[in-house]
């Protein structure tokens, strides 16, 4: 089956602590993104990449920090820096053969810093 | 710079009801607009998208929207809603320039029995 898996569904971090969110995706995707949602203000973008060893930042990024080592991985770690790190998260991919390509999402991470 | 708006956070209707969720754009080259439903604790699923052509874009679910760019909006109806409609939905449109979707705020539709 192709898709995008996400993991952990569920993590708990302690305030100070680095955490790191899985997602892979089996689609052959060119671009992935990283979205955080939080009650209400819909979904905000953290990071993108379009291409394997490039990303580029989205309106949120501070705290938080990505890698692109492989088409079918992007990674997102979220630092002790970012300062609310409570939300849900939204990982997803998209082909670039055309700008009517659909972007698709996975399930999601939910992080709750204790 | 673009934005989405979603004017209604909430909306309740009841079962086999029509359904009208509204949304405008505000962006000045052609949009490109989608509408997306979440289920509660997951991810979005696509509804449906225009991009150009007929203004009237139908979808997955007994969806469709009507894009109206003299009103920049993009609304979602569905003539007879389902109890397993209730979810949020979201609209969003794409910049060309990096592929980057701008979501707006996001309708939860309850559905009443």
């Known amino acids: 089956d192709g898709g995008i898996t996400q993991s952990p569904k569920y993590l708990f971090r302690k305030e100070g602590q680095n955490v790191t969110l899985s997602c892979e995706q089996n689609l052959n995707h060119d671009a992935m993104y990283w979205y955080r949602q939080d009650p209400g203000q819909g979904l905000r973008l953290i990071y993108y990449?379009?291409?394997?060893?490039?990303?580029q930042k989205g309106d949120i990024a501070e705290g938080y920090s990505v890698s692109r080592e492989k088409k079918e991985s992007f990674p997102l770690t979220v630092t002790s820096a970012q300062k609310n790190p409570t939300a849900f998260y939204l990982c997803?991919?998209?082909?670039?053969?055309?700008?009517?390509?659909?972007?698709?999402f996975g399930p999601g991470t939910r992080l709750t810093v204790l | 710079a673009q934005s989405v708006t979603q004017p209604d956070i909430h909306i309740t209707v009841s079962e086999g009801a029509s359904l009208e969720l509204r949304c405008n754009y505000s962006?000045?080259?052609?949009?490109?607009l989608f509408w997306y439903v979440q289920s509660p604790g997951q991810g979005l699923q696509l509804l449906l998208k225009?991009?150009?052509?007929?203004?009237l874009v139908q979808g997955i679910k007994g969806f469709e929207a009507e894009f109206k760019r003299s009103q920049s909006s993009f609304n979602l109806r569905k003539p007879s809603v389902h109890w397993s409609d209730a979810a949020e939905y979201f609209c969003?449109?794409?910049?060309?320039?990096?592929?980057?979707?701008?979501f707006g705020g996001g309708t939860r539709v309850l559905v009443k029995p």
């Open positions: 225009y991009f150009s052509g007929d203004t």
């Open positions: 969003a449109d794409l910049k060309a320039a990096g592929n980057k979707l701008t």
């Open positions: 990449s379009q291409i394997v060893n490039d990303f």
């Open positions: 962006y000045g080259a052609t949009p490109y």
């Open positions: 997803a991919s998209k082909g670039l053969a055309g700008i009517s390509d659909t972007q698709y």
